[in-house]
């Protein structure tokens, strides 16, 4: 075998194992987060198991009466944070999915929908100056902002009545059920171009 041969195989070799050592190292990260999906997912399912129990001894509201609706939604809130009195920030949105939360809102900030979605949460009523804390109800007298289907579209799945909300640029996870903040991610959006 040449010198030059003995080069190029070497070379290949070395550019096989970069390309195997890069994809191993890929596969990590995408199971690494894979993994952070399924513990924040367990953590919102634990949270939904607490709520369906609450909601056990609870009678069912009469259906079309909003006062039994509200007092239902009321009753419920408080059967939920009287089983979560320690609940605090974090305890969903633990470091790890927050950090991955905001990765995946910054990709798609900046993807060709980024624009597209900045523009919807702009003419959606943006809320502003509230200062939410985890057990709080979301104050009633103040709008609900919806969150953009294609910002959604990259978020982790969420159970029944159980939603993501934007509140300036935190992403809260509201119980639609009990009217409840369940956690909160404070700067989850990417600051927009003019706040920078």
Known sequence: MSALTRVVVAG?????AFTVQSAAHQNDAVNQDSR?????????DDY???????????????????????????????KIRAERPQAMQGDVFNPAISALLKKLMAATFESSRGSEIRASLR??????????????AYPPALALQSTPPTLLLDLPRLPPDIEYRIVGRE??????AANLIVDLLPDA???SPSER
């Open 12 to 16: 290949w070799l070395l550019g096989t």
């Open 36 to 44: 952070v999906i399924e513990d924040f997912s367990k953590r919102v």
């Open 48 to 78: 939904a198991a607490l709520r369906k129990r609450a909601q056990a001894g609870l009678p069912v509201p009469k259906q079309g009466s909003a006062a039994h609706i509200k007092q239902h939604q009321k009753s419920l809130e408080h």
């Open 123 to 136: 003419h959606a009523e943006p809320v502003r100056g509230l200062s939410l804390k985890v057990n709080q």
């Open 171 to 176: 992403l809260i996870l509201l119980d639609a």
């Open 189 to 191: 959006l990417p600051a």
